[in-house]
């Protein structure tokens, strides 16, 4: 299968809800289209994770931020252009996503990708993806696909078949929380 219909397989999947194990812009991740509040709900099960710990989830370009949240700040699109590293930024205001990945206080954290495979992904299937890391809650960060459990992989309805091989160790983003005025704090160098 070429990178190209891989691509348009796991979007076809994505937009009937079903859970993938793939790489992303830094590690391999467990995602879901980020607009299905059941696919959504599938992973917390899937993962044991708690429901109120939220997901990051990605978009392909920083002009799309607009549509998830309901005023991006002007120094966002500066932070994202001149970061040197893959950056997932939490803002307020949370729109149009999955209820259940909106946090209690109305922030969702979001990264625009640089990643071949994932970027491609959500531009074929026009919607924001979550993105949470390939194990199962509790257990170590995988940061190469032949340290994701097989208990993970056995769990989810499709794994990708590209970029497997990779193995050079990547570091998840540095997360920042980003308020209204432009101000920001660092959550996770």
């Keep these: 299968m ?3 219909e891989e691509v348009k397989h796991t979007s076809v999947l994505l937009k009937a809800g079903k859970i993938i194990l793939y790489p992303t812009d830094t590690i391999w991740g467990v995602g879901c289209d980020a607009t299905n509040q059941k696919a959504v709900q599938r992973m917390y099960k899937l ?3 708690d429901a109120d710990k939220s997901m990051i989830i990605l978009l392909d370009s920083a002009e799309k931020l607009k549509k998830y949240v309901k005023n991006v700040p002007p120094i966002a699109y500066d932070l994202i252009k001149n970061s040197a590293s893959p ?7 949370a729109q149009k996503v999955a209820k259940n990945l909106i946090a209690g206080d109305g ?3 979001i990264r625009v990708v640089k990643g071949r495979y994932s970027g491609q992904v959500i531009k074929e299937l026009d919607r924001p993806l979550v993105s949470t890391s390939a194990n199962l ?3 170590p960060t995988a940061i190469t696909f032949d340290q994701i459990s097989e208990e993970l992989k056995d769990k989810v309805d499709y794994v990708v078949k590209h970029f497997r091989e990779k ?8 997360v920042i929380k980003l308020e209204k005025d ?5 959550l996770r160098p």
């Design 107 to 109: 922030t969702i954290a």
């Design 2 to 4: 070429t990178l190209a």
């Design 167 to 174: 193995t050079k160790s990547i570091r998840p983003s540095t």
């Design 87 to 93: 950056l997932t930024i939490v803002y307020s205001g």
């Design 182 to 186: 432009g101000k920001f704090t660092i």
């Design 137 to 139: 809650s509790g257990q």
């Design 47 to 49: 993962k044991g994770r």
